[in-house]
Every structure is written in C-alpha cells, then in structure tokens.
C-alpha cells in the first residue's frame, strides 16, 4: 500500500502546494447569506467541494464545526469526506485527537481504518499526554496508508508558554516533539507520514526542520496575520516538504465557485513564489 507521504508528495507536486481549509463558523455562514443549521452547513460545504475538490492538493475539514450540529452535522462531514475523496483530493481531518491506550487506538479506528464512515487521508493529533500514547494512532495510520500530523509549534500566542516550556533535560517541548516525529520518519522516502503542525505566524523556530523528513502543515496564513513570504522566515531549509493552510482567506471569496477558485489560485501563486516551487508546463510542480 503506498503510504500517506508518497501520495502527499505527488498530490503538492501534480496540485501544487496548498491545503484549504473547510471551516464553516456562523460568521462565514451568515456573510455566504446562509442559515446557521445543516442545512447552511451543507450548501456550504458542497460547495465548497464542488469548487476545490478536483484543484487543490488537500482539503481540511475542522470537525468541531460538523460536531456543533450534532449527529446531523457528523452525516454532513461523512458527505463531505465522501465527495472530496471521489474528486480526487487528500482529506486532512481537522481534530486535534490525543489520549491513551485503547481510547487513541479507538480515535484511530474512527478516522483511519478504512471501514469506517469518517475514514480519512490524515489527522490532526494533540502530543500532550506524550509523543508515545500516539503510537496507536501512528500503527493504524501506518497499516492503512494514513497519516498524522503532530502538534508542535502553533500559530496562537497561547500555546508558547507550553511549546517553548524546557524539560529536564534543557530540550523545549517542541523539540522533544520535533525530535521523536523525527525518528518516527527516518529512511522514509519520498517524504515521511508523521508531520508537524508549525504556524507561519511564529518567527524564526531556532530548530532544525528539515531532519523531521515529514510534511509539515503550516496554519495561521490570511485571517491570522501569517503571510506567504513568512513561510521562509519560519522554515528555512525544509520549504520542500512545507504544506501551507488557508481557510477564511480562500472561504470568504464565496458562495461563487468561480470566486473560491480565483482566491485558491491566488494564494497558491503565492506560495509557490514563497517555497520556490515552479509550475511546469505537464501542472506539476517542483521545488528548487
């Protein structure tokens, strides 16, 4: 089975390198002139897909956005993965899962194990109760060709005083997720199916992104303040595996179709110019 990271790097490569982000908050809703209830949710979200599917490299759904309409609002999620996988897209589940033993194992049966409706490409993970409690998460992912992607460095001025917090061993706690995220993907060729989760709005990381050998999904892009040009500033040497995320940026050009497909080819130029990735002439991409 061909693992998450080789069909993530061909997808970066044949769509460019660009994930959006589907993030239907009331506010979004209400400036697409669309009800606060599934069924807004669902015009939403369609169209969405309709527009994107087929064009962008990978989608994100954040989940807590379905969840708040309850079992109706999961069906909607289902739908939506369903339809984004059928037009060709990588599913990025926005749900920052993490927990121990046979629950984590239960999150990865959910999200991972193809049987399952909410099954996806790749998920968000929280390494708070420790790197280690997500290895059944990283075994389910790895014998389904799914991925992860870890915590480690986020785009909310909240979350330094935690990530930046040194251990005993004078290491932060970012690096310690850096550094084991690490060891999960050596030898892994083309690019490995453990990534990082690395704002674009935080500076200059002081460490060394590049031997992580994983994709890193960068957030806080557009609506947060981050921009396309901060892409180099945060990571250096490892541009070639960046993934950068936009929502609101790319959401709020709709409900016209042809509209979300300006914004998305707009930032993905962007980023392109901003990770030093050309568009050939077959519509794939390389990176200098």
């Not at 599913?91 to 920052?96: G, H, Q, W």
């Not at 990571?235 to 300006?262: I, K, N």
Request: glycine share 12%.
């Amino acid at each position: 089975m061909e693992s998450f990271g080789a069909r993530l790097h061909r997808a970066m490569r044949e769509r460019g390198p660009l994930c959006v982000g589907i993030d239907p908050h009331p506010g979004l809703l209400a400036r697409w002139g669309l009800p606060d209830d599934v069924s807004g949710l669902d015009r939403f979200t369609r169209t969405v897909t309709e527009a994107l599917g087929d064009r962008v490299a990978v989608v994100k759904p954040q989940s807590a956005f379905f969840e708040r309409y309850g079992s109706r609002g999961v069906a909607v999620l289902e739908s939506t993965i369903r339809q984004l996988r059928e037009a060709g897209a990588l599913v990025l589940l926005d749900v920052k899962r993490g927990d121990i033993g046979s629950t984590v194992a239960a999150y990865a049966d959910a999200y991972l194990d193809p049987s399952s409706p909410l099954y996806v490409d790749a998920v968000t993970a929280s390494p708070y109760l420790g790197v280690g409690s997500l290895a059944p998460m990283f075994d389910t992912a790895a014998r389904h060709g799914g991925g992860v992607f870890v915590l480690a460095l986020t785009s909310n001025p909240e979350g330094g005083a935690v990530q930046r917090a040194r251990s005993a061993d004078g290491r932060t706690v970012a690096q310690t997720v850096i550094d084991e995220i690490a060891q999960l993907n050596a030898g892994a060729e083309p690019l490995g199916s453990v990534g990082l989760v690395v704002g674009a709005t935080i500076g200059d990381t002081g460490h060394d992104l590049s031997r992580v050998h994983g994709p890193l999904l960068a957030p806080g892009l557009g609506a947060q303040g981050g921009t396309a040009a901060d892409l180099r500033t945060v990571f250096g040497s490892a541009l070639s595996a960046v993934l950068p995320s936009y929502s609101r940026q790319v959401l709020s050009a709709g409900p016209d179709p042809a509209a979300l497909r300006v914004a998305a080819e707009q930032v993905l130029t962007d980023c392109r110019r901003a990770l030093g990735a050309e568009k050939l002439t077959d519509g794939s991409v390389t990176t200098r």
